[in-house]
């Protein structure tokens, strides 16, 4: 069932007659390290290349996570880069009012079911591990069991193969039946999760055109069955490939990659030019200062240039 659950309307005003808007969607959950670099350069180059937009969205809600200052860092190392963003900073946690609409409109509509089980009781009762672990057994599905009380809440999902065209990786299919299972959208500790609260954000924020990590692109299926279940617009998706260190592992706070520090604007340069490189894009001139390198980087942007592969980098 399809519905216009969620009424589209955004509270910003946007500017109507741009027909590309993107965003960065950094957690403050640290310094920016090159792997988002790499995330914010090719969002900003992909919405200028288009002549559109690109908004900056701080995804504050897991709170356990936050790291003091890592919002206002974040926005520093941006300005110094020359990534600047359009309009007002979108801030989760300013927000909590769309996504509990959001979660009762699911529930309202039946799309959306309390859940008592603890992660053990789900291990121990499921049948199958997909992409992230052991697979929801449907336990409290019909009910909450006799006794029990609500811990979460989970979206149903049902027998269809989610697909669609990513710009980088081609055609991606999921099942998410299979592979991923009645999925939770309000979280045991009252938090409510990534998948909700990105796509009512991209929603309100009118976003055309995601460009993102493809640490992201499994949960993407999870995010176009929400906005078919709310009647929301689905963005088109590109993947990027992702920076790994030495160990092959993702470029992260956990992984300690090295901070894009910069003190002053020239600073930025050598990381524009690894960023550009590592997304295959044209060198720009050997003399170019940051405003140049940026401006020569719209003009040369190419998409079907960034490798769909996943690379090392020297973190
Ligand atoms: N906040 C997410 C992250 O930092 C990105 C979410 C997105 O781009 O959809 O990994």
């Given at each position: ?197 990105v796509v009512v954000d991209d929603a309100a ?111």
């Amino acid at each position: 069932m399809t519905g216009r659950l969620l009424a589209h309307t955004p509270r910003r005003r946007h500017n109507h007659r741009v027909n590309y808007r993107g965003r960065f969607a950094p957690s403050p959950t640290g310094a920016l390290h090159f792997g988002s670099l790499v995330a914010a350069l090719a969002g900003w180059l992909d919405a200028h290349a288009a002549g559109g937009e690109w908004l900056l969205r701080i995804e504050d809600l897991d709170t356990p996570r936050n790291r003091p200052g890592a919002a206002d860092a974040i926005r520093r190392t941006l300005e110094r880069l020359g990534l600047a963003w359009d309009g007002e900073v979108h801030v989760q946690s300013r927000e909590i009012g769309t996504y509990r609409a959001a979660l009762d409109a699911l529930i309202a509509a039946g799309h959306a079911y309390p859940c008592a089980c603890t992660r053990t009781e789900v291990a121990s009762a499921s049948t199958h591990v997909g992409i992230e672990g052991p697979v929801y057994p449907g336990t409290c599905r019909s009910g909450l069991p006799p006794g029990r009380s609500v811990r979460a809440w989970r979206v149903r999902v049902d027998d269809r193969t989610i697909a669609f065209d990513d710009r980088i990786r081609g055609r991606i299919e999921q099942h998410l039946e299979r592979d991923v299972g009645d999925f939770v959208v309000h979280r045991a500790d009252g938090i409510f999760a990534y998948q909700l609260a990105v796509v009512v954000d991209d929603a309100a924020q009118c976003i055309t055109d995601v460009v993102r990590g493809a640490d992201l692109l499994d949960s993407t299926p999870r995010q176009l069955w929400l906005q078919h279940l709310l009647g929301l617009p689905s963005p088109r998706h590109a993947h990027l490939p992702l920076a790994l260190n030495a160990q092959r592992q993702k470029l992260s706070k956990q992984t300690f990659a090295r901070a894009v520090d910069l003190d002053h604007a020239d600073a930025a340069v050598p990381w524009l030019r690894q960023a550009l490189a590592f997304l295959g894009q044209v060198p720009p001139p050997i003399d170019a200062g940051r405003d140049a390198l940026l401006a020569f980087a719209i003009d040369h942007w190419s998409i079907a240039r960034i490798p769909a592969s996943d690379s090392i980098v020297d973190g």
